[in-house]
Antibody
Framework: EVRLVESGGGLVQPGGSLRLSCAASGFTVSSNYMTWVRQAPGKGLEWVSSIYSAGDTYYADSVKGRFTFSRDDSKSTLYLQMNSLRAEDTAVYYC????????????????WGQGTLVTVSS | EIVLTQSPGTLSLSPGERATLSCRARQSVISNSLAWYQQKRGQAPRLLIYGASSRATGISDRFSGSGSGTDFTLTISRLEPEDFAVYYCQQYGSSPYTFGQGTKLEIK
């Protein structure tokens, strides 16, 4: 059974840092495309970052240069290091697994964790 | 960035009725790489449809997706009480991978 469990959220002051974790089970993290998606309170979904199996990472412009997506294959765990946090980063952060569409080769998100809440406030 | 606009913002229907949700892209979605997700209050999104029309594993055949290019539709043929939720479309063929603003399906 595929399972994703996020942790590490909490209250942080503007300008501060936080590291989110996503523990994966039921599949091999190193062989999969993984992503972070966030949702501000009462708002819609926003793609944040993705990592390919080869380790290439991509970021939304809103977080580029401040967030870093990494993974520890030995622990089947993904990380999102968030620095220079702003009030607008306040959201529930979800990690999700990508599944490759056979026809196009692009990745949709087939399994999601339950999310972890990050609140940036003084 | 591909902007997705969903309509209506809120849809009020009764159980047993048919729901039609729209997602329109400002530019063509590459390879019809369009997904639909359902999100209930306090829960993570759940994949319903990918590739515009393919149902995800375990999804009821009451859910169907259609469309191509810039216009896509999610249809729920006979609404069940558990279908009342917020629905998002998402394009995943072009970075950044954008979502629509959501359609709230509520009980009339």
């Amino acid at each position: 059974e595929v399972r994703l469990v996020e942790s590490g959220g909490g209250l942080v002051q503007p300008g501060g840092s936080l590291r989110l974790s996503c523990a994966a089970s039921g599949f091999t993290v190193s062989s999969n495309y993984m992503t972070w998606v966030r949702q501000a309170p009462g708002k819609g979904l926003e793609w944040v970052s993705s990592i390919y199996s080869a380790g290439d990472t991509y970021y939304a412009d809103s977080v580029k240069g401040r967030f870093t997506f990494s993974r520890d294959d030995s622990k089947s765990t993904l990380y999102l290091q968030m620095n220079s946090l702003r009030a607008e980063d306040t959201a529930v952060y979800y990690c999700a697994r990508g599944a490759r569409e056979h026809t196009s080769g692009w990745f949709y998100f087939d399994y999601w964790g339950q999310g972890t809440l990050v609140t940036v406030s003084s | 960035e591909i902007v997705l606009t969903q309509s209506p913002g809120t849809l009020s229907l009764s159980p047993g009725e048919r729901a039609t949700l729209s997602c329109r892209a400002r530019q063509s979605v590459i390879s019809n790489s369009l997904a639909w997700y359902q999100q209930k209050r306090g829960q993570a999104p759940r994949l319903l449809i990918y590739g515009a029309s393919s149902r995800a594993t375990g999804i009821s055949d009451r859910f169907s997706g259609s469309g191509s290019g810039t216009d896509f539709t999610l249809t729920i043929s006979r609404l069940e009480p558990e279908d009342f939720a917020v629905y998002y479309c998402q394009q995943y063929g072009s970075s950044p991978y954008t979502f629509g603003q959501g359609t709230k399906l509520e009980i009339k």
